[in-house]
């Protein structure tokens, strides 16, 4: 690893590895939520066009499931980067659970939206939203009845995207945390970093699909991995 003095600007992807040990599924592991679901049934327009009262109770379960959980060591690793690290941080996460901001991360940029938040198919507006959407709810802003999971679906466009890319294309540092690789455009980022010169490091419980692309990777639980890594970065 560079000498961590040289380390000015760090982007950090984090994915459902982080989650897993607060006890959230992940989704590709034995026993993971695409084992349980169908990936085009309830992760992708058209499922959500053909059944929506599926995807609307699939998301209202994991919503609710939120309450139940806390977050980790690694979480709260990563909050005590952002508030001690006296350089750039850029947080992502692939997340749509709110374990990062509840281990105190301020600024978390959720490319594929957050569990918490309702996006409205008539005004376009997204709301924050703590309840379920089976019962069709009306819209906070224009009333209509047209909520839905304010989450990316397969062929929909993250969120943020430029503003990530701008980070990627001047960081020294690159970390993906508990992420399989398996989902583009997140899995594409350690080639973009690593073409402008940044160091690239994998923090996983195993290697990822694309741990061939890293300069590093180390491989256990995130709850001990991460505050480790964090330390590091610290000198402490
Ligand atoms: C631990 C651990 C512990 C366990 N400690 N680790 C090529 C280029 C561009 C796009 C595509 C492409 N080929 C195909 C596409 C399209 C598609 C795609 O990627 N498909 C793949 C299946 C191939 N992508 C899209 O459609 C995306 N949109 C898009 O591309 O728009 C166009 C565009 C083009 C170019 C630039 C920009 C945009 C949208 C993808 C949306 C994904 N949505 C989901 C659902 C979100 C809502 C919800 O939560 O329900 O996002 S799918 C699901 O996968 C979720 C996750 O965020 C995402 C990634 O999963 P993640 O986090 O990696 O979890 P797992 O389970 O896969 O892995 C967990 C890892 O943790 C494992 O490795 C474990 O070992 C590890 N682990 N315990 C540390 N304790």
């Known amino acids: 690893m560079r000498f961590m003095a040289e380390i000015n600007r760090i982007v950090i992807l984090t994915g459902a590895g982080i989650s897993a040990e607060s006890g959230i599924d992940t989704f590709r592991s034995a026993g993971g939520l ?31 499931a939120l309450a ?26 692939q997340n749509v659970d709110d374990l990062h901001e509840r281990g105190g991360s301020r600024q978390v940029l959720h490319m594929h939206g957050e569990l918490k938040s309702a996006l409205c198919t008539s005004c376009e507006i997204r709301s924050p939203w703590d309840a379920p959407m089976s019962d069709r709810p009306p819209c906070p802003i224009c009333q209509a009845q047209t ?46 970093a690593r073409q402008t010169g940044a160091r690239t490091l994998e923090l996983n419980l195993e290697p ?3 741990t061939h692309f890293f300069h590093e990777a180390r491989h256990g639980p995130a709850s001990k991995l991460v505050p480790t890594w964090v330390d590091e970065v610290l000198g402490r």
């Open 34 to 64: 695409w084992e349980q679901h169908k990936v085009e049934d309830v992760a992708t327009p058209e499922g959500f066009a053909r059944d929506p009262d599926l995807v609307l109770g699939f998301y209202d379960l994991r919503r609710a």
């Open 68 to 93: 139940k959980v806390k977050p980790n060591a690694a979480h709260h690793a990563l909050a005590k980067l952002e508030a001690d690290f006296s350089g750039e941080l850029l947080l992502v996460t």
């Open 147 to 192: 909520l839905r999971p304010d989450v990316v679906w397969f062929g929909e466009m993250p969120y943020q995207m430029e503003r990530i890319y701008t980070a990627l294309g001047s960081a020294d540092l690159f970390v993906s945390i508990g992420t399989s690789g398996a989902v583009y455009p997140a899995a594409g980022f350690v080639q973009e």
């Open 208 to 210: 990822s699909d694309g």
